[in-house]
């Protein structure tokens, strides 16, 4: 069945590919490519082995309760999904929580303005020479008009997101077994997803309350797409001063490390012969291997963090 879903997505893709190059559908290449990826990568992920679910095994909890009960009793969601690493009901949530907040955020701050910034900080940068900046200017506004994107721009986020999730999966399980423990694929994603969903789902539902709060005028178009709350040391410094300050302390906030004890517990519950110190090493590993690429980024193009 996952497979079937994966091929049709794929065909989907391509079929939006194929429209967007002959300029049939305007603007529908850049979805479509992404959708065929995302497509490619369920149809890959069909042919990964589930295990079998020990006869002792206690029975899977209900989705309502994984999804709700990860927030006040990880151990045990965890625990549960060490047996049945079900991971849908949580992905679903994130993909609402980010899809409603997309919508929002788009009709809130106007589509041509959310797609405007970051050609600016790529003019300001240097990398469109001065005599193409209108005509590409002119090309995002068509572009950001076509009804086709505010369909296709929460279903990207979304296939970001899992893409995204199946990274952090497979460095989970490659860490957890460097480090001596035992953990399936699907157990890694179940940790991956679960571990996130808290803070993603409290970034979001605060996000959409400032965002009616706050004047458009006030809100960065760039940055206030993944959510408007600054719970970290980011708000310390100001990145046109000080952008490699500013990156290192937005990685240093109470939803960061929320995230980061939801993933260690997760390792050790999830997976087998773990300890409670691997398993924050592995996650603060992780987060320090974020940290490094934003720093680098902020280091290379500081007017995108400015």
């Known amino acids: 069945m996952r497979r079937i879903a994966g091929v049709v997505i794929a065909v989907i893709g391509l079929l939006l590919l194929v429209l967007g190059i002959v300029k049939i559908v305007p603007g529908a290449a850049q979805p479509g490519g992404f959708t065929l990826f995302v497509g490619l990568l369920c149809i890959g992920l069909s042919f990964i082995p589930r295990g079998q679910v020990p006869e002792d095994a206690p029975p899977p909890l209900p989705p309502s309760e994984r999804v709700t009960g990860v927030f006040y009793d990880p151990q ?166 000080n952008p490699v300050l500013y990156m290192i302390g937005s990685f240093v906030g109470v939803l960061t490390i929320y995230g980061l004890w939801l993933e260690a517990t997760g390792l050790r519950y999830a997976g087998e012969k773990l300890s409670s110190a691997s398993a924050w090493t592995i996650a603060l590993i992780l987060w320090a291997i974020g940290l490094l690429l934003a720093v680098i980024m902020a280091l290379l193009f500081p007017a995108f963090v400015a």
């Open 76 to 241: 045990r969601i965890f625990e549960n999904l060490h047996f049945h690493p079900r991971w849908l009901a949580a992905f679903v949530v994130i993909a609402i929580a980010s899809a409603v907040y997309h919508v929002a955020y788009v009709q809130r701050m106007g589509p041509e303005v959310i797609a405007l910034a970051p050609i600016e900080k790529t003019i300001e940068s240097g990398f469109i020479p001065a005599d193409r900046a209108e005509e590409i200017k002119e090309q995002t506004r068509e572009s950001a008009r076509s009804p086709l994107m505010r369909v296709f721009g929460p279903l990207n986020e979304i296939g970001g997101i899992f893409f995204f999730m199946c990274i952090l999966a497979a460095l989970l399980l490659l860490l957890t077994l460097i480090f001596g423990g035992r953990i399936t694929f699907w157990q890694a994603l179940c940790v991956a997803i679960y571990s996130s969903m808290p803070p993603i789902v409290i970034d979001k539902a605060i996000s959409m309350i400032l965002l009616y709060l706050k004047s458009p005028d006030e809100i960065d178009p760039l940055k206030g797409q993944k959510g408007l709350v600054r719970a970290d040391l980011g708000i310390l410094f100001t990145p046109s001063e």
